[in-house]
């Protein structure tokens, strides 16, 4: 069984903050858990506004609390998202994230992350990244 803390994984390396200054992730499962799919809890900051395209993974996005709104670009489609809403990027979506308020979310990635993955210039991740290792 794997058991995880929250706060406490926030104080390692599991914490990832992204250079751009829009999210933090801390991740709770990661693909050397075995899992089949790596499992986050993310925080988007007030005002961030984000262009993201998952090229390889699909992720699924539950908001635990805040405000804000997803667009996917391919029909200029806004939806907003409040606490309690599920969305899924089941088609590697391209994407606007906006925070009107700081928001807390869970998030699903398949395949899982490695760890260290922080979203490349195409607001992608990389299928390869370094692990983080307990």
Same mark, same amino acid.
């Given at each position: 069984? $794997?058991?995880?803390?929250?706060?406490?994984?926030?104080?390692?390396?599991?914490?990832?903050?992204?250079?751009? =200054?829009?999210?933090?992730?801390?991740?709770?499962?990661?693909k %050397?858990?075995?899992? =089949?799919?790596?499992?986050? $809890?993310?925080?988007?900051?007030? %005002?961030a506004? !984000?262009?993201?395209?998952?090229?390889?993974?699909? /992720?699924?996005?539950?908001? $635990?609390?805040?405000? %804000?709104?997803?667009?996917?670009?391919?029909?200029?489609?806004?939806?907003?998202?409040?606490? %309690?809403?599920?969305?899924?990027?089941?088609?590697?979506?391209?994407?606007?994230?906006?925070? !009107?308020?700081?928001?807390?979310? #869970?998030?699903? !990635?398949?395949?899982?992350?490695?760890?260290?993955?922080?979203?490349?210039? /195409? =607001?992608?991740?990389?299928l /390869? #990244?370094?692990?983080?290792?307990?």
């Open positions: 069984m $794997i058991v995880r803390q929250l706060q406490e994984a926030e104080k390692t390396d599991r914490r990832i903050v992204s250079p751009d =200054g829009n999210w933090e992730s801390t991740r709770l499962l990661l %050397g858990d075995n899992m =089949g799919y790596s499992f986050h $809890i993310t925080t988007i900051y007030k %005002g506004d !984000f262009r993201l395209h998952y090229q390889k993974h699909l /992720e699924s996005v539950y908001c $635990i609390s805040g405000k %804000g709104e997803v667009e996917t670009l391919a029909d200029g489609k806004k939806y907003p998202i409040t606490p %309690g809403m599920l969305y899924n990027l089941d088609q590697n979506d391209e994407h606007m994230l906006r925070a !009107f308020e700081e928001m807390q979310m #869970a998030c699903v !990635f398949n395949p899982p992350l490695h760890g260290t993955e922080v979203h490349n210039a /195409e =607001g992608s991740y990389e /390869e #990244a370094e692990a983080i290792h307990d």
